[in-house]
């Protein structure tokens, strides 16, 4: 029976990792297209867009004072070293977003913000339906100009003011030099609450190509709520206990934190079909956290209102985040974070060696054993329970446990599920180079050759680990590294790289095994 069931774990482990690795694999989204070129200026841009679009708000209910509506839209560019942002007089509102230390494939400046956006970043309504302020033109401070903050420490300001039917707005930004958080100060008069949206777009910058969650995200006390847009049939509606709203991708993310007491939130789907997402607060003053950039996880957890949570580690994240810790302290003092996941795999595959060395052992003695044991199925194979008991004696007799034998495997499955989603979702292996021709750990290997090497270490490994499969099971097990090849083809680099080092470690290791208990058996 035991050994029953060890084949049936081994099966069921194996057949987990394929159908992880497999969903990944055949799953994952097809990358987003790309925008046609980058605008070579984007106050250009983003002017001619705005004067196409209707200039009269769609709200019957809203008075807007004449001689705002007649006014020009005012675009003002705010520049510190991470980022670029365009900011609208419409709603003080954001038309741009672009990142400097980041590039897409194209060697451009990651965008956060998708030009056909039907509803801009930060726009304001009072229904929770029709965010209708960003059609009319707030004022801007007399004198302001563009922004550019540029050496450390540095911070600068920037108003916009509405006034019009008994209703009184004044948004207030505050940049920073150092870093991508933005202060923002909203003091509303009139209504009794209103709403303010990311938008349709602000957060996602559409060069993502992978099976985890791309839309808006809702951290709910301590609980991470994602929901996915093209699942999205009726509003969803968030209380008080709402901490962030957020829309994310792979590696960056917008979100919008109330830093005071908020009355909920909703995400709901537009006309378009796009999702959209908006925090609800009380009229009077509120003080919120804008955050647009990359999910930089030391970052976020130092800004300290919880938004180090839009970094997904998983079911294992308990494990995934000394994990993650580890491999940035090896990063800092070797410089190249393929080393440090080389590393990584050898120091987390310390502490099981004496576990797989006992239970290699322990295959390796079943192995031998296995005449005899074919020997018992055959003699009282209509008699399981005489069956069972004879092999029962066999184990004690010959001193093996036939759960020893997958147990190291089964342990290990935790510490291997919270590494992959480490190496998976985390942005610091983006555009990391390792070695030669693999210039980025998180795209997949451009020839092909670190995902066949590990294929042929798990052949080899394969073909040095004793088992006590029946012949037609060990003929089916021999395409498992075929199988995992072919997986591994469109795996991050930094990925493969783990498995393949895991793969040497388990030769290495299976040598010495092997090695041992063939002096053992030798005659004195």
């Excluded at 297209?33 to 200039?55: F, G, L, M, Y």
């Excluded at 807007?64 to 942002?85: D, N, Q, W």
């Excluded at 037609?472 to 783990?498: A, D, E, N, R, W």
């Amino acid at each position: 029976m035991e050994e029953n069931f060890e084949k049936r774990t081994l099966i069921a482990i194996v057949l987990a990792l394929v159908v992880l690795l497999g969903y990944q694999y055949f799953f994952a989204p097809s990358p987003q297209p790309r925008r046609p070129e980058q605008p070579r200026n984007v106050a250009q841009d983003i002017q001619k867009r705005v004067t196409e679009r209707p200039s009269v708000p769609k709200a019957e209910n809203l008075f807007v004072p004449e001689g705002t509506m007649a006014s020009e839209e005012r675009l003002l560019k705010v520049e510190t070293p991470l980022y670029t942002a365009l900011f609208s007089s419409k709603g003080g509102t954001i038309k741009n977003w672009q990142l400097k230390k980041y590039r897409d494939d194209e060697g451009l400046e990651v965008v956060l913000m998708r030009t056909d956006a039907e509803v801009p970043a930060l726009a304001m309504g009072t229904d929770g339906k029709n965010f209708v302020f960003d059609k009319v033109n707030f004022t801007i401070s007399e004198g302001q100009d563009n922004i550019n903050l540029r050496n450390e420490g540095d911070r600068a300001s920037l108003s916009f003011t509405y006034r019009g039917d008994g209703i009184v707005i004044k948004r207030t930004y505050s940049f920073f030099s150092d870093n991508y958080d933005i202060e923002l100060i909203e003091e509303v008069q009139g209504p009794d609450n209103y709403w303010v949206t990311l938008g349709t777009g602000f957060g996602i910058s559409g060069a993502v190509g992978y099976g985890g969650h791309i839309g808006p995200v809702i951290l709910k006390d301590a609980d991470r709520v994602e929901i996915k847009p093209n699942k999205l049939k009726e509003p969803k509606i968030f209380g008080s206990e709402l901490k962030w709203i957020a829309q994310e991708d792979k590696y960056f993310f917008a979100s919008l934190v109330p830093l005071e007491k908020a009355i909920g939130a909703k995400v709901w789907r537009t006309g378009n079909g796009d999702a959209l997402v908006a925090v609800n607060l009380p009229a009077g003053k509120n003080k919120l956290l804008l955050y647009a950039g990359p999910k930089e996880y030391d970052r976020l957890k130092s800004l300290g209102v919880g938004l180090e949570y839009i970094v997904n580690f998983g079911f294992f994240s308990i494990l995934a985040q000394p994990l993650f810790w580890i491999l940035k302290l090896f990063y800092r003092a070797i410089g190249n974070y393929g080393w440090s996941i080389a590393l990584l795999t050898i120091l987390v595959r310390i502490p099981f060696i004496p576990l797989i060395n006992k239970g290699q052992k322990s295959m390796k003695k079943l192995q031998a054993l296995q005449p005899k044991m074919t020997e018992i199925k055959q003699k009282y194979k209509k008699d399981p329970q005489k069956m069972q008991k004879e092999m029962m004696e066999l184990y004690k007799k010959y001193k093996v446990n036939p759960m020893s034998g997958c147990l190291p495997m089964l342990i290990q499955i935790p510490v291997f599920f919270a590494l992959y989603k480490v190496l998976l979702v985390a942005i610091e292996l983006r555009s990391a180079p390792f070695i030669f021709w693999i210039q980025d750990l998180s795209e997949k290997d451009p020839y092909y050759i670190l995902p066949i090497i590990m294929g042929a270490t798990m052949f080899i490994q394969q073909k040095m680990t004793p088992t006590t499969m029946e012949s037609q099971q060990q003929k089916i097990m021999t395409y498992l590294p075929i199988v995992f090849t072919f997986l591994f083809l469109k795996f991050p680099s930094g990925l493969v790289l783990y498995w393949l080092v895991s793969n040497l470690l388990s030769i290495l290791q299976q040598y010495f095994v092997n090695r041992k208990i063939a002096r053992e058996e030798e005659p004195v």
